[in-house]
């Protein structure tokens, strides 16, 4: 009888171990990480071929740090809480090398998307050295994005012709506003010299050395997104005379000559002729 109450005990015993087992088996598979991690959209600067189109649009990118065999994944969009769109992973802009993969997700911003917060939820599906591997993410906080509108150019802090002089510095900064901030690039335009910025990019404030007045030209600050191109342009003088200075009487150096004065003060004119026209 022993016997038959100890095997039974037995019996219960293993029956709850395999209960664990498969419990403590479910816990470890929800709490493993993700093979994926999606940032934020975001306009990329970077200006790699493959992802021009992140330059001009709104991009969502998901990393993960192993390689896949095969891969499929999509990108659903919410707005107000009502579904827009289902984006499916392009394989232009799926890359898996070395010990990464990476997707890309180009956002339609013609459906609406800067109308109201925004979620998104990716989910992939593929094939990896450790097997399959299957995941859906939960769905982003809302957010609202907002296009540019306008961008902020300035020279030396003013947003108007400028004159700067040889041996001074001008300061450029150029930004645009919206949310996230779009890709802001500078141009500029020198009538006897190579320009000073082609179609440069610019993430903070730039300073150039004025070093001869082949500085002066037409300097443009811009940004593009959904095909709504968006400048502004500051017209850069540099006068073929030293700043004029004076002496311990208040009269002009005379280094400073009567021709030199003249191009100063005609650089002024011409610029404010400019401003008005």
């Not at 019996?11 to 479910?26: H, I, Y």
Request: proline share 4%; glycine share 4%.
């Amino acid at each position: 009888m022993f016997k038959v109450c100890e095997r039974q005990i037995q019996g219960k015993l293993w029956f709850l171990f395999q209960l664990l087992s498969v419990a403590f088996s479910e816990i470890n598979r929800t709490n493993e990480s993700q093979a994926f991690f999606c940032d934020s959209p975001h306009y990329d600067s970077l200006q790699y071929p493959q992802h021009y189109a992140c330059r001009y649009n709104l991009c969502m990118k998901c990393l993960a740090n192993s390689t896949f065999q095969e891969i499929n994944s999509t990108l659903a969009i919410q707005l107000n809480n009502k579904s827009i769109e289902t984006l499916i992973g392009q394989k232009n802009l799926i890359s898996s090398t070395g010990n990464e993969t990476q997707i890309i997700f180009v956002l339609p911003e013609s459906e609406g998307l800067f109308e109201g917060p925004t979620q998104f939820q990716f989910s992939v599906s593929g094939v990896d050295q450790d097997g399959n591997v299957t995941e859906t993410h939960p769905w982003t906080s809302p957010e609202q994005y907002k296009s540019p509108t306008q961008v902020n150019f300035t020279v030396n802090g003013l947003k108007d012709n400028v004159v700067v002089h040889v041996g001074e510095v001008a300061r450029f900064q150029c930004s645009a506003d919206g949310y996230p901030e779009a890709v802001v690039t500078v141009t500029s335009q020198q009538m006897f010299s190579e320009n000073v910025f082609n179609n440069v990019v610019f993430t903070s404030e730039v300073s150039v050395n004025v070093s001869s007045y082949f500085v002066s030209g037409m300097y443009s600050c811009s940004t593009e997104v959904s095909s709504n191109f968006i400048h502004q342009e500051i017209q850069v003088l540099v006068p073929k005379c030293p700043v004029p200075t004076r002496n311990t009487g208040g009269s002009i150096n005379s280094n400073f000559t009567t021709f030199c004065m003249y191009i100063h003060y005609s650089a002024i004119f011409i610029l404010v002729f400019l401003s008005i026209r």
